[in-house]
């Protein structure tokens, strides 16, 4: 979702300079405005809202991560301290429980990572959604031509991130 907004943005910018370069009486009328995503999904108010909701949601499981992890590392010095002086049998078993425990370690973290990366991205359409209504009502009311995101530099005579907010924690 990120990679897609940057690259609208990026298109959106280079249309736009291009507008500017090929037309100066129309580009010296148009109204520009940028403003940033980054602030928008971390200092709205929704924003935070929702991290404290993945926090609470995630946080039985991560403790659980924690835990397993705790276990694998036991295994994998259990395996190192008594492995040496076990008979091969008892060392293989031990090195199999270590690596078993690593793998399933592995395994869990993967799938917290990735329900975790799914239900932020979830949210952040939603406040996405809601930050592009009040985007579009703002340009219409105020008579922007083009709103423009992820820009290397920009004016802050043009930044609307702060108005953005504000109509987007009300």
Not at 99 to 110: G, H, I, M, S, T
């Amino acid at each position: 979702m990120k990679t897609a907004t940057a690259t609208l943005g990026k298109i959106a910018a280079v249309l736009a300079l291009g507008m500017m370069a090929s037309a100066p009486a129309l580009a010296q009328s148009s109204r520009i405005a940028w403003l940033s995503a980054e602030r928008i999904y971390n200092e709205s108010k929704l924003a935070k809202l929702a991290d404290g909701k993945l926090r609470d949601e995630f946080s039985s499981r991560e403790k659980a991560l924690q835990e397993l992890a705790m276990r694998s590392k036991a295994a994998a010095e259990k395996w190192e301290k008594e492995g040496t002086a076990k008979p091969e049998p008892e060392r293989s078993k031990l090195q199999r429980e270590a690596y078993e425990a690593d793998l399933n370690f592995q395994r869990r973290q993967r799938e917290f990572r990735e329900d975790l990366n799914q239900r932020t991205n979830e949210e952040r359409a939603a406040i996405a959604e809601k930050a592009t209504k009040i985007i579009k009502q703002l340009a219409t009311t105020e008579g922007y031509d083009i709103v423009l995101q992820d820009a290397v530099w920009a004016s802050p005579r043009i930044d609307i991130t702060n108005k953005v907010l504000e109509a987007l924690d009300k």
